[in-house]
């Protein structure tokens, strides 16, 4: 009987298992001042997350945010909004801050005295995360110089009254020395550095004979050398005006103080037209003499030809220089001897005068 051969064909069973892929959501979005550290790089749908502000920053809700991972790998809503906590300014500061009263979380304020003043306090301050500075501002407390030392042969006359042994920083005096003796520095102050000016030395002082001036003269004087101090006074001949201090004196340094000068009238340079001088409203052939002092106003006339109308203006008397203005237009004999009442200074003055060259500072008032 022939074997009988049985053949099993062993066919590997396959499970077949249906995988379904479920999304997540990587960290939730954020504004700037949410606190970050809690956070996790990777949430599973249905996981909840609480949003907080960091230190320094105010929520913009009471309550607590929260936020969901959706299926969809997405993130709910968050209305959470972090805003930088203030810190008042200093109210001596606010001028220096343009107006600001407040300044943000983390703000650094920076303080510096003037000089001749010394800082007793922190030289910095920082805004925060409470809304409070960590240091207040400092003092800055003046210098104090030890008492100054009087020269040899005179003495210290202080501007202020001085007590104790010290005086503070920005105070004077003036030193003097026996008469005749002039002190080789006449002032004195307590200095930044801490220090006070060192004493002069007192000396004897002559000015030379004084020297007179172009158009003036030397009043009441004895033509002789001078001692430190003493003065002597100038005047102006007639029609010149003084300009500079009257009295000069001798120096500390051997040389008087500075001279005055004696300014020189001026001629109206026109022959025909009317002016405003003195007060007075007047024709340039009124005018006697010609002659106006030095500093004084001299207004003139111009014609707006497009509104039809005059209008003044003014011109100064400078040591012998009176300009005429560039607008004025000096008028023909027959315009003037015949049509005077035509001219810019008799017709209706205009309601504003319209730019004009001018060689000096606006004059008085516009004449009616």
């Not at 995988?19 to 001042?33: I, Y």
């Not at 100054?148 to 010290?166: A, E, L």
């Amino acid at each position: 009987m022939a074997p009988t051969w049985t053949l099993f064909l062993l066919f590997p069973i396959i499970a077949c298992a249906t995988v379904t892929s479920k999304k997540v959501c990587g960290p939730p979005p954020v504004t700037d001042g949410v606190d970050e550290t809690t956070l996790k790089r990777v949430y599973e749908a249905g996981e909840e997350v609480a949003l907080t502000c960091e230190q320094g920053y105010s929520p913009s809700t009471p309550t607590t945010q929260r936020i969901t991972c959706l299926a969809s790998g997405e993130w709910t809503q968050s209305d959470l909004a972090c805003s930088l906590k203030m810190c008042p300014i200093p109210r001596p500061l606010q001028p220096l801050a343009r107006g600001r009263t407040e300044a943000p979380f983390k703000s650094v304020l920076n303080y510096t005295c003037d000089d001749g003043y010394v800082m007793q306090g922190a030289n910095e301050s920082r805004c925060l995360h409470d809304g409070s500075w960590s240091n207040p501002p400092p003092l800055c407390k003046a210098v104090n110089c030890p008492l100054p030392t009087p020269p040899r042969d005179g003495r210290i006359v202080h501007d202020q009254p001085v007590t104790g042994t010290s005086t503070m920083y920005g105070q004077g005096w003036t030193y003097e020395c026996n008469p005749p003796k002039a002190p080789s520095h006449e002032r004195g102050s307590c200095r930044a550095d801490g220090r006070a000016t060192e004493p002069p030395v007192c000396r004897e002082v002559s000015c030379s004979i004084p020297a007179g001036i172009p158009n003036g003269f030397i009043t009441f004087a004895v033509m002789r050398q001078h001692g430190y101090k003493e003065k002597v006074k100038y005047g102006c001949n007639e029609h010149y005006v003084l300009d500079g201090e009257a009295e000069v004196q001798c120096q500390n340094t051997g040389t008087w103080s500075v001279r005055p000068v004696c300014r020189a009238p001026c001629k109206v340079g026109i022959k025909r037209g009317r002016i405003f001088y003195n007060a007075r409203k007047l024709w340039i052939s009124d005018l006697k003499p010609n002659r106006v002092l030095h500093r004084e106003p001299v207004v003139f006339y111009c014609r707006n030809r497009a509104e039809k109308c005059g209008y003044p203006v003014a011109s100064t008397c400078d040591d012998g220089t009176l300009d005429i203005p560039e607008c004025f237009v000096e008028p023909g004999k027959v315009e003037y001897t015949l049509r005077a009442s035509s001219l810019p200074s008799e017709i209706t003055m205009c309601a504003a005068s319209p730019p004009a060259s001018t060689t000096s500072p606006a004059g008085p008032a516009r004449p009616a």
